[in-house]
């Protein structure tokens, strides 16, 4: 049963132009979300997050929409960069996972921008 | 500043040995979570501690898995009689209060191959 999806395994765009990752989600609890970013051979690192209460947040080229009613996310890179070349995780948290804080991830979306 | 550190980076072992998971924490967090990240997957939680005892061990798959805090800081998790299955990278966050809103902080993972 997976909460949180990244239906799109890889994407692959030109410098300077627009990355756009989406993610879906099923618990409607969930009611915090985040994006991590992760190298290989190192661990993933928190890139950008969003409350519920929110439709958007920006955060330099980074801007994720959270769409509640069709449980959905995205994560808008622009203008993308060949350092943003990495694995994007689409992670939830709060109440639909026990409110501890645990993480729910998706399965990751390869991204890779050329120069 | 000294992030979440992870000791052994690797580490093979052979069907039926018990492993040992380190995990150091970054300085005065008091939340920390082991995830298990399989090929292909996105990090799926573990277990998680506040201060030294274990609040949420729902992720843990059986039995076989163990998992201490004994003074809050380190951690260690513990696999007994390691299946094939078993194999996959080991991640360790810590953020420095629990709740959904806290950021967490990977360490870089141990890569775990059981022969």
């Known amino acids: 049963d997976q909460q949180v999806k990244q239906n799109s395994p890889s994407l692959s765009v030109q410098e300077g132009r627009i990355s756009i990752l989406n993610c879906d989600y099923t618990?409607?609890?969930?009611?915090?979300f985040l994006w991590y970013k992760k190298y290989p051979a190192e661990g993933p690192t928190f890139l950008i997050s969003?409350?519920?209460?929110?439709d958007k947040n920006e955060d330099g080229r980074f801007t994720v929409f959270l769409n509640k009613s069709a449980k959905h996310l995205s994560l808008h890179i622009v203008p993308s960069q060949p350092g943003d070349s990495a694995v994007y995780f689409c992670?939830?948290?709060?109440?639909?996972?026990?409110?501890?804080?645990?993480?729910?991830f998706g399965q990751g979306t390869t991204l890779q921008v050329k120069p | 500043g000294a992030g979440v550190s992870q000791t052994p980076s690797n580490k093979v072992t052979e069907k039926g040995k018990y492993v040992e998971l380190r995990c150091d924490p970054i300085?005065?967090?008091?939340?920390l979570y082991w995830y298990r990240q399989s090929l292909g997957q996105g990090p799926e939680f573990l277990i998680y501690?506040?201060?030294?005892?274990?609040?949420?061990d729902s992720g843990l798959p059986n039995d076989r898995f163990f998992a201490v805090r004994p003074e809050g800081s380190v951690s260690t998790l513990k696999i007994q009689r390691t299946e094939r299955g078993d194999s996959a990278v080991y991640l360790c966050?810590?953020?420095?209060?629990?709740?959904?809103?806290?950021?967490?902080?990977f360490g870089p993972g141990t890569r775990l191959l059981v022969l």
């Open positions: 966050a810590t953020s420095r209060g629990s709740g959904s809103r806290e950021t967490q902080y």
């Open positions: 618990n409607s609890m969930f009611d915090y």
């Open positions: 969003i409350s519920s209460i929110k």
């Open positions: 992670a939830a948290s709060g109440h639909g996972s026990g409110n501890t804080g645990k993480l729910i």
């Open positions: 300085s005065g967090h008091t939340a």
């Open positions: 501690f506040q201060g030294t005892g274990a609040a949420d």
